[in-house]
């Protein structure tokens, strides 16, 4: 079974730049979560769909950021402008419930450099 | 303010040694924990998980520990081998939250 695809994996871009990254829950999964990493703050959530509709953003650092769910198959993370502070690694996780599994199943992570 | 801490960024055990990392933390409304796995380049993975209502919870070479006076959460694993080396990370979450909160993680390298 596919778990979940993110590209790209690797994206090195100039500030001012948009960076779009991408996500596929594995199939079946009803819920959807953005999470950064960075070494100052660890892991933290940005966004969460449930069934492709935004339920909470407030994660989301500013209104450079963007996340779309056009579909149950599809996901979408954008900034723009990107700045060199948002440098991290984004990681999609999809899940059929987390009391129903205990677990969230986490993508290999998108590496954003902002130079 | 850091609900979750995880105290000890780094540990090294020898190989067939007990690895013990440790997580606090401070909201008293999580009911759920868990601990997540991860390796260079790759995502984080589901390691072992715990309710409230119990205190220990065993997978094979891992345990996990609760104690919820405390408000601490712990990981066996024993014996420990190479191939547990990695980042792992603890992980929180209430009742009827979708949301877990993260731990910054522990570096464990398990030396041959």
């Known amino acids: 079974d596919a778990g979940v695809i993110q590209s790209p994996r690797h994206e090195v871009t100039e500030m001012g730049q948009e960076v779009t990254l991408r996500c596929k829950p594995i199939s079946g999964h009803n819920s959807l979560f953005w999470y950064r990493q960075t070494m100052m703050r660890g892991l933290e959530l940005l966004i969460y769909f449930n069934n492709n509709v935004p339920i909470d953003d407030s994660g989301m650092p500013e209104d450079r950021f963007s996340a779309k769910m056009p579909n149950a198959s599809f996901s979408t993370l954008k900034i723009q402008p990107s700045e060199p502070r948002d440098s991290a690694v984004y990681f999609c996780a999809s899940s059929s419930g987390l009391r129903v599994s205990g677990e969230l199943f986490f993508g290999e992570g998108s590496r954003l450099t902002v130079l | 303010d850091q609900q979750v801490k995880q105290n000890s960024p780094s540990l090294s055990v020898q190989e067939g040694r007990i690895s013990i990392l440790n997580c606090d933390y401070t909201?008293?409304?999580?009911?759920?924990f868990l601990w997540y796995k991860k390796y260079p380049a790759e995502g984080p993975t589901f390691l072992i998980s715990i309710s409230s209502i119990k205190d220990k919870n065993e997978d094979g070479r891992f345990t996990v520990f609760l104690n919820k006076s405390a408000k601490h959460l712990s990981l066996h694993i024993v014996p420990s081998q190479p191939g547990d080396s990695a980042v792992y990370f603890c992980?929180?979450?209430?009742?009827?939250?979708?949301?877990?909160?993260f731990g910054k993680g522990t570096k464990l390298s398990v030396i041959p």
């Open positions: 992980a929180f979450t209430g009742a009827g939250s979708y949301q877990l909160t």
């Open positions: 909201n008293s409304m999580f009911d759920y």
